[in-house]
């Protein structure tokens, strides 16, 4: 069992940045993927951005350029850098872990990122 715990999540303005970390209670480097999905208002969880215990990078198109994923094996964590956000970004972010982006083991609680314009 591995438990993830994201923190970073705030209120931020338009242009401005943030920094997610999820924690895990455990190694992470035998689990394949890890990474980060949101979810907005009355809309359906949609993957942002995963990565692999080598360091491999995997972002949704529209996230490219702004945002960067990172892992910390010997901490056990995640992190992803969030720059250049828009209001559309608002979601709470849900840190996963599990053998692939869609095979997933392990959710975090997630975490409040709003955007003001």
């Known amino acids: 069992q591995v438990q993830l715990v994201e923190s970073g999540g705030g209120l931020v303005q338009a242009g401005g940045s943030l920094r997610l970390s999820c924690a895990a209670s455990r190694s992470i480097f035998s689990l394949n993927a890890m990474g980060w999905y949101r979810q907005a208002p009355g809309k359906q969880r949609e993957l942002v951005a995963h990565i692999t215990p080598g360091g491999t990078t995997n972002y949704v198109d529209s996230m490219k350029g702004r945002f960067t994923i990172s892992r910390d094996n010997a901490k056990n964590t995640v992190y992803l850098q969030m720059n250049s956000l828009k209001p559309e970004d608002t979601a709470v972010y849900y840190c996963?872990?599990?053998?692939?982006?869609?095979?997933?083991?392990?959710w975090g609680q997630g975490t409040q990122v709003t955007v003001s314009s």
């Open positions: 996963f872990a599990g053998a692939a982006p869609d095979v997933i083991l392990y």
